[in-house]
Nanobody, 128 residues
Framework: QVQLVESGGGLVQPGGSLRLSCATS????????IGWFRQAPGKEREGVSC????????YYEESVKGRFIISRDNAKNSVYLQMNSLKPEDTAVYYC?????????????????????WGQGTQVTVSS
């Protein structure tokens, strides 16, 4: 069955970096788009970054542009989120999610309801 497992979260000081990994199994990653989402306490889940399957095009939510980098390695069935210059407001549980790529994916690329499968999440805490 489809599985996604996040890792790499932890406690980091402001200005620091973390690299999140999303290991996938049960499907062929080449044909699936991947999104990274986060949810802070008391807030709704929001899209952070996503990557298409067809051309590897990447997208970022405005607050993380220039700081986060999403990448995928289909041969390793993995997707990564490099997070630099972390801020306290980046503190949240981070999730990776996937859906089979389609031409309509772009329209809902940051919509959690557009994704079919989710990992269990990994906690990222940015604090001094």
């Amino acid at each position: 069955q489809v599985q996604l497992v996040e890792s790499g979260g932890g406690l980091v000081q402001p200005g620091g970096s973390l690299r999140l990994s999303c290991a996938t199994s049960g499907f062929t990653l080449d044909y699936y788009a991947i999104g990274w989402f986060r949810q802070a306490p008391g807030k709704e889940r929001e899209g952070v970054s996503c990557i298409s399957s067809s051309d590897g095009r990447t997208y970022y939510e405005e607050s993380v542009k220039g700081r986060f980098i999403i990448s995928r390695d289909n041969a390793k069935n993995s997707v990564y989120l490099q997070m630099n210059s972390l801020k306290p407001e980046d503190t949240a549980v981070y999730y990776c999610a996937t859906t089979q790529y389609s031409a309509h994916w772009y329209l809902g690329r940051f919509d959690p309801y557009a994704y079919d499968y989710w990992g269990q999440g990994t906690q990222v805490t940015v604090s001094s």
